[in-house]
């Protein structure tokens, strides 16, 4: 059954630095996520991306955040300057059509910024 | 606001019953509803989608309900298994088409 992939699946760097986390949806899926997961908190959603665009994003999601589907296969999202309070799992989705289909998950990436 | 809960936070039980996880939605204007499975470490694995016209959905063992006007969602999970352990989270699709997450029941199944 086709995967989401998410690529590194932990990365550590320091505050201030710039992270980029790579995703590999599902290839006949049209619409992808980023989610992430604070330690022990609830999931959030940070954006949503159809047709080559931010669709939907979340407070969460400031100008530190971007987002990028630079070829036809890989979704990424970048942190320009991190924080302390960044450090979470991030997780990549995709679905084949919009609300009403499942999302499929990658096995997401952990964030630890010392 | 929509505001999802999770009852009970964590649940164990022996290995063979069937059992019934709890979500509530604090508005009842929803596309649909979601129930995933968390392993540690793990990504979310979708287990169910419940649309806002449907009343429940079944996949094999599990069975997932809906009543939107009060404003809850159970998952049964019938003739528990070890293999059943995770954390299990219902997400709701809001009026503004996000997904807003409850905090998830961890389920131990004992042998």
């Known amino acids: 059954e086709p995967e989401v992939t998410q690529t590194p699946s932990h990365q550590v760097t320091q505050m201030g630095q710039e992270v980029i986390l790579r995703c590999v949806p599902i290839?006949?899926?049209?619409?992808f996520y980023w989610y992430r997961q604070i330690l022990g908190q609830k999931v959030e959603f940070l954006v949503s991306?159809?047709?080559?665009?931010?669709?939907?994003k979340s407070e969460i999601f400031d100008d530190q955040f971007s987002v990028e589907r630079p070829d036809g296969s890989n979704f990424t999202l970048k942190i320009r300057s991190t924080k302390l309070e960044d450090s979470a799992m991030y997780f990549c989705?995709?679905?084949?059509?919009?609300?009403?289909?499942?999302?499929?998950f990658g096995n997401g990436t952990r964030l630890t910024v010392t | 606001k929509q505001e999802v809960t999770q009852i009970p936070a964590a649940l164990s039980v022996p290995e063979g019953e069937n059992l019934v996880l709890n979500c509530s939605f604090t508005?009842?204007?929803?596309?649909?509803l979601q129930w995933f499975r968390q392993d540690p470490g793990k990504g979310l694995t979708s287990l169910l989608l419940?649309?806002?016209s449907q009343r429940e959905q079944t996949s094999g063992r599990l069975n997932a309900s809906l009543d939107k006007s009060s404003g809850r969602s159970t998952l049964y999970i019938a003739a528990s298994q070890p293999g059943d352990s995770a954390t299990y989270l219902c997400?709701?699709?809001?009026?503004?088409?996000?997904?807003?997450w409850g905090a998830g029941t961890k389920l131990i199944i004992k042998p």
């Open positions: 419940i649309q806002s």
């Open positions: 991306f159809y047709n080559n665009e931010i669709s939907e």
């Open positions: 989705a995709s679905s084949p059509e919009g609300v009403n289909s499942p999302l499929h």
């Open positions: 290839s006949n899926h049209l619409y």
């Open positions: 997400a709701v699709r809001d009026s503004n088409y996000q997904l807003i």
């Open positions: 508005d009842s204007a929803i596309y649909n």
